[in-house]
């Protein structure tokens, strides 16, 4: 009789190049995810060509003509749809995606909590306030800045919120976690609670404020685009240049110090550049939840927690996500639309739970 | 690599956790730090890995201060295997080893390389964690995890390695399987060992030498046999134990004694007539019940006469494989006299000894109570051709009690209680 030949061997251990590999193909597919999903972004529409077509209908040649520069003779109106609305709406999309994504990734790896968004620290009510309150007063509408006025607010007392969170957080130079997190939650907590009693006495301006806590894009411009974009690029490059330093944190700050990575100041870095590319996606958009939340979560599951593949995946999956949801925010009662935070929210929460719901089920971690 | 401990003290706040400790570790040396809870052990662990930071120069390697040695140097020389690890996210044990090539990447962006893949490969094999590479790290047992931590400490390629009771959380096999792997290390690669370990028969059979930590102190330090005696337990850990020599391997190990306190509290002593080990378990079983006790007629080095002297019972005692000599025999008996309960354990009887069971018939004369524990066998182990079995029903009949097991001899001696 003649031995069985062992069937395990086949499974042992890793091959490092096909995980080289799988990981390259993973980064060309979501490229090229994001290319397709924006270029179909940008043809949805009122006026079409995908779309109801009301008032006036411009059709897919023309539409393509417009993007790639043809020098056909256009209507200067649908070239202004095409290039003064639609095209910095769907990049600014794409950049607040991707900065949410990379920040919650961060954010999570410093928490060394799946759960960690990037609004954990004060940056979603600090700008509330300063948005509302820039609503209010009615600042927005004055000439001086002009619509700028808004985020400038926004932007400015996020990041002055997540500096005080911080200091709560730090003692003696050492950034204690779970206070950070604790001190991010009463914080919150009591800024919420202005911006609700500012509501409160808003009167006329109330659906204004609204609109803009749910996150919208429908005030996106060039200049928005330009400045999300910058912060950004900076903000997701340093997170990706710490990317191996961040695996080395998720073990614990004594393996991490013992691996040669600094856990203080890596903390510290972190949290400023996920503050700040927060803070600036919210100032322009508003606070649009769960992105930061899922994207880096179900990104994980498919990849794994490695950084150095998660960062780069999460951040083009993040894009690709505000992308579709904001399409879906302008298509779904075209021609109003729906704040992009609801639809994320619509469809993140049930598939988070779904994720909880299932890892919890066959025992897997979070 | 030399490693110096200098005049080294640490204080969390007010606390003092380390005062003064010196100690060097030779290139290749296995050391055990044990000490109780709160000793300062771990403290030391992370002082030495300069994750709490210590006064420049208490700590020298090659004579060269930690606290000025470049964060990657370090991380090059010292490798740390935690008590245990986990993480919320879903790493292969194949990420996690990677890791450990973290101190060797040539700049910030460099990912890892063909290379880095080859000593993680190398690592886990050594450590047979190879074969479960791609499984995420959550999904192991206990003794899984630690070795690809392990591993991942030796894909560090690290001159020491610093473990922080690396075996606590695991199963006996678990144990075994991580010290071994450790020792094998040590032993082959020549990697320097530091080990916290809170098991003193697991430090006694691994370590080279010792260093015994007491309330930030350094209590002593030496090899296993030097370090681990009855006076310095006691003094450090405050219990009673007992140091033997492995048969097999000549190791030193300890065995506690319970640490309930022996102090007689009944008043009352029982005598043991016993012999070849089955007085030891009554020994033990009366003194946790609180009974005086003492034994007789035993032979030096039999293992009655050992277990009496470890457990500071006093003994009568007869020169080495000889027959119980006639003094001998008077002294037992103004023991039983004394006493206020004679038992008679199942010893095996031969002519050296059957003048025990001659003071058994005394006793009764005496009108102590007698009490006699039956084999398990229901047969007297016996070299005097029946005779002994006899004896013990003679016993039996003219009013001993015979019993079953030591539990029903201290429930009986505790219901009749000692007579005033």
């Known amino acids: ?366 | 690599m030399k490693l110096a401990v200098r005049n080294l003290s640490y204080s969390f706040g007010e606390k003092r956790v380390l005062r003064n400790v010196e100690l060097e570790v030779d290139s290749g040396e296995f050391l055990g730090l044990m000490g109780p809870n709160g000793s300062g052990k771990t403290t030391l662990l992370r002082c030495v890995m300069n994750y709490l930071r210590s006064d420049p120069g208490s700590i020298l390697i090659d004579g060269r201060p930690i606290q000025e040695m470049p964060p990657e140097d370090l991380a090059k020389t010292f490798a740390v295997v935690p008590q245990s690890s986990s993480t919320d996210f879903t790493f292969s044990a194949y990420d996690i080893v990677m890791m450990g090539r973290i101190p060797h990447r040539s700049n910030r962006l460099a990912g890892a390389s063909k290379k880095d893949a080859d000593a993680v490969q190398s690592a886990m094999e050594r450590t047979d964690t190879w074969k479960f590479a791609g499984r995420p790290f959550f999904a192991l047992s206990g003794g899984e995890r630690q070795r690809v931590v392990i591993a991942r400490a030796i894909a560090q390629s690290p001159k020491a390695l610093l473990l922080d009771e690396p075996t606590v959380y695991l199963d006996i096999n678990g144990q075994l399987e991580v010290m071994d792997l450790i020792r094998s290390l040590n032993k082959k690669e020549g990697i320097t060992v530091i080990s916290v370990l809170h098991d003193v028969n697991m430090a006694a059979r691994y370590c080279d030498r010792i260093a015994l930590l007491s309330n930030g102190w350094l209590e002593a330090i030496g090899p296993p046999a030097e370090v681990l005696r009855p006076e310095t337990i006691q003094s450090v850990y405050g219990v009673d134990v007992v140091v033997r020599k492995d048969p097999f391997t000549n190791a030193v190990y300890v065995m506690p004694h319970s640490t309930l306190s022996t102090a007689p509290r009944h008043g009352g002593r029982v005598h043991i007539l016993c012999g070849g080990g089955v007085g030891g378990p009554l020994m033990k079983a009366l003194l946790d019940a609180g009974f005086g006790v003492s034994t007789g007629v035993l032979n030096v080095l039999d293992s009655d006469f050992e277990n009496a002297k470890d457990l500071h019972v006093p003994t009568v005692a007869e020169m080495p494989f000889a027959a119980i000599s006639d003094s001998a025999h008077l002294e037992n008996l103004r023991l039983i006299k004394e006493a206020d309960f004679v038992v008679v354990s199942p010893f095996p009887v031969g002519p050296g000894n059957l003048k025990n069971m001659e003071a058994a018939k005394a006793a009764l004369e005496m009108g102590k109570r007698l009490l006699v524990l039956r084999p398990e066998t229901g047969r007297t182990v016996d070299f005097v051709g029946g005779k002994a079995d006899g004896i013990v029903k003679d016993l039996i009949s003219s009013g001993a009690i015979p019993l079953c097991s030591s539990d029903e001899m201290v429930r009986e001696i505790t219901r009749e209680g000692v007579r005033k």
């Open chain 1, 1 to 366: 009789m003649r031995a069985l030949p062992r069937k395990e061997s086949v499974s042992e251990g890793v091959d490092f190049v096909s995980v080289m590999r799988r990981r390259f193909i993973w980064l060309v597919l979501l490229v090229a995810g994001l290319l397709l999903s924006s270029f179909v972004a940008i043809l949805v529409g009122s006026i079409g060509p995908i779309g109801p077509g009301e008032p006036e209908y411009m059709p897919f040649d023309e539409a393509f003509g417009i993007i790639f520069g043809s020098d056909a003779n256009y209507s200067e109106s649908h070239i202004n749809i095409i290039w003064q609305v639609r095209v910095p709406r769907v990049l600014l999309a794409a950049a607040v995606g991707a900065a949410l994504a990379c920040a919650g990734t961060a954010m999570q790896a410093v928490f060394r909590n799946p759960m960690a968004d990037p609004y954990i620290v004060g940056v979603s009510s600090g700008a509330s306030v300063g948005a509302v309150l820039a609503g209010i007063v009615g600042i927005s509408t004055t000439a001086l800045f002009g619509a700028l006025m808004t985020p400038a607010l926004a932007f400015t007392t996020a990041l002055v919120t997540v500096f005080a969170v911080y200091s709560l957080g730090t003692v003696g130079g050492k950034v204690y976690v779970n206070t950070l997190l604790l001190s991010g939650v009463a914080v919150a907590a009591f800024l919420g609670s202005m911006v609700s009693l500012m509501i409160y006495f808003a009167g006329q301006q109330f659906h204004r404020i609204i609109f803009w806590l749910l996150g919208s894009f429908s005030g996106a411009s060039w200049t928005g685009f330009y400045v999300v974009a910058l912060a950004a690029a900076v903000g997701i490059l340093i997170v990706f240049i710490f990317s191996r330093d961040l695996n080395a944190l998720l073990l614990g700050e004594e393996t991490a110090h013992n691996l040669g990575v600094d856990p203080e100041s890596l903390k510290t870095i972190m949290l400023v550049v996920a503050a700040v590319i927060t803070a600036a996606a919210v100032a322009f958009t508003g606070v649009i939840g769960f992105v930061g939340l899922i994207v880096p979560h179900m990104v994980r599951l498919v990849v794994g927690a490695d950084h150095r593949i998660l960062v780069p995946a999460a951040t083009l999956t993040g894009a690709i996500f505000l992308i579709i949801a904001d399409t879906a925010a302008r298509a779904v009662i075209a021609p109003t639309e729906l704040p992009v935070g609801i639809i994320t929210a619509l469809c993140g929460g049930p598939f988070f739970l779904y994720l909880l719901r299932r890892n919890r089920l066959s025992g897997e971690a979070t």
